[in-house]
């Protein structure tokens, strides 16, 4: 199918309104239809089991965190998986299984467990409880950490095709492995995702720093870097209380970070090459993004070989989706994307 042309104002016309979608082609109204035959109904309630574990990759240990309603039983039928990728800034339980004392629901492993999936997130290298080593941990790094990452994953699930979600730097590290692996990705959603990084007004301010980053591994990480995360494209959009929740959960590891994401997505980009990416995606944006802009990820999208594919653009949200104030929108959106049902009608 030949993707309908729109313009730059009926994609904005779109945001501002409401979430708009992109399905195989055409700008559609998002959520009415898709709860309606996507079983995305609210999350259920049960007891989460949760357990930790270590991949290698070489001499490198990666700490994994899986939860699930009920312990896994040998006889039961498995769970879809759903993979969870962290960013540039955050490792994986800051990012996805954050609690927030006095607030609804913040965790995201919590959500797609009672959703019904089997999640799993991991602390790629020189992040959270992973080693530290002298690489910069870059997104081929990453990639690598996934592949070790789904190996254990398979042999713990029986599961040998999962779902994978990545969030900024998270979803390029989960578009190369997707093109590495196209064989290991059930469907795939690349949230606030920068393809090229055109006109993207928070990657021109940070490519200030490109001299830096390439001649050093690691970077700040403090407090107010923490803070900036949530208010940096538009305060409001997150609560702020959860910044020093965030900052506290994280900063046990350290105030250094490793650049290779950010040098990667100031000088480096493309790094997923939409051709190469053959499972069905799902593109995320925030209406206020600093980083991932429409027409950027309009060229991806545009790009991409399967025709189920879907644009979604997430009102009252900026680059941080998954902590958000509008969080149980994009849980929503994801989850519809995740369990669409299969199509009848396949004339290639």
């Known amino acids: 199918m030949l993707m309908r042309k729109l313009s730059r104002r009926s994609i904005v016309t779109g945001a501002m309104?409401?979430?708009?979608?992109?399905?195989?082609?055409?700008?559609?109204?998002?959520?009415?239809?898709?709860?309606?035959?996507?079983?995305?109904?609210?999350p259920g309630k049960g007891n989460i089991w949760s357990a930790e574990y270590t991949?290698?990759?070489?001499?490198?240990?990666?700490?994994?965190?899986?939860k699930r309603v009920g312990a896994p039983a040998s006889g039961q039928s498995t769970l879809p998986v759903l993979?969870?990728?962290?960013?540039?800034?955050?490792?994986?339980?800051?990012?996805?299984?954050?609690?927030?004392?006095?607030?609804?629901?913040?965790?995201?492993?919590?959500?797609?467990?009672?959703?019904?999936?089997?999640?799993?997130?991991?602390d790629h290298e020189n992040y959270g409880k992973s080693s530290r080593t002298s690489s910069n941990s870059d997104i081929?790094?990453?990639?690598?950490?996934?592949?070790?990452?789904?190996?254990?994953?398979?042999?713990?699930?029986?599961?040998?095709?999962?779902?994978?979600?990545?969030?900024?730097?998270?979803?390029l590290r989960a578009g190369v492995y997707a093109m590495n692996h196209p064989e290991k990705i059930d469907r795939l959603v690349l949230a606030a995702f920068t393809y090229k990084g055109d006109a993207s007004p928070t990657l021109t301010k940070r490519a200030e720093q490109l001299p830096y980053y390439r001649t050093h591994n690691m970077r700040l990480r403090d407090r107010e870097m923490i803070r900036s995360i949530y208010t940096r494209d538009k305060p409001g959009t997150t609560d702020p209380s959860i910044a020093d929740v965030a900052a506290d959960m994280e900063l046990k590891f350290g105030d250094q970070v490793p650049t290779g994401t950010y040098l990667d997505m100031t000088a480096n980009l493309p790094v997923v090459d939409p051709?190469?990416?053959?499972?069905?995606?799902?593109?995320?944006?925030?209406?206020?993004?600093?980083?991932?802009?429409?027409?950027?990820?309009?060229?991806?999208?545009?790009?991409?070989?399967?025709?189920?594919?879907?644009?979604?653009?997430?009102?009252?949200?900026?680059?941080?989706?998954?902590?958000?104030?509008?969080?149980?929108?994009?849980?929503?959106?994801v989850h519809s994307f995740l369990s669409m049902p299969a199509s009848a009608v396949n004339l290639s």
């Open 17 to 42: 309104t409401g979430a708009g979608i992109f399905a195989g082609g055409s700008l559609l109204p998002e959520l009415g239809k898709a709860a309606s035959v996507g079983a995305a109904a609210a």
């Open 55 to 66: 991949a290698k990759k070489g001499s490198v240990s990666l700490v994994m965190y899986r």
């Open 83 to 122: 993979f969870l990728v962290h960013g540039s800034s955050l490792s994986a339980r800051t990012s996805y299984d954050l609690a927030v004392p006095g607030r609804e629901e913040y965790s995201m492993m919590n959500a797609f467990a009672r959703y019904g999936y089997d999640v799993w997130t991991m």
């Open 140 to 171: 081929a790094s990453g990639a690598e950490d996934l592949k070790v990452g789904m190996e254990l994953v398979a042999k713990e699930t029986g599961r040998n095709k999962v779902h994978v979600f990545g969030e900024s730097s998270g979803g």
């Open 275 to 333: 051709l190469k990416v053959l499972a069905p995606v799902m593109l995320l944006r925030g209406e206020y993004d600093g980083i991932a802009t429409i027409d950027d990820l309009t060229d991806f999208f545009k790009r991409l070989p399967s025709g189920d594919r879907q644009f979604t653009i997430l009102p009252g949200a900026a680059h941080s989706l998954i902590t958000n104030i509008n969080r149980k929108q994009t849980w929503h959106t």
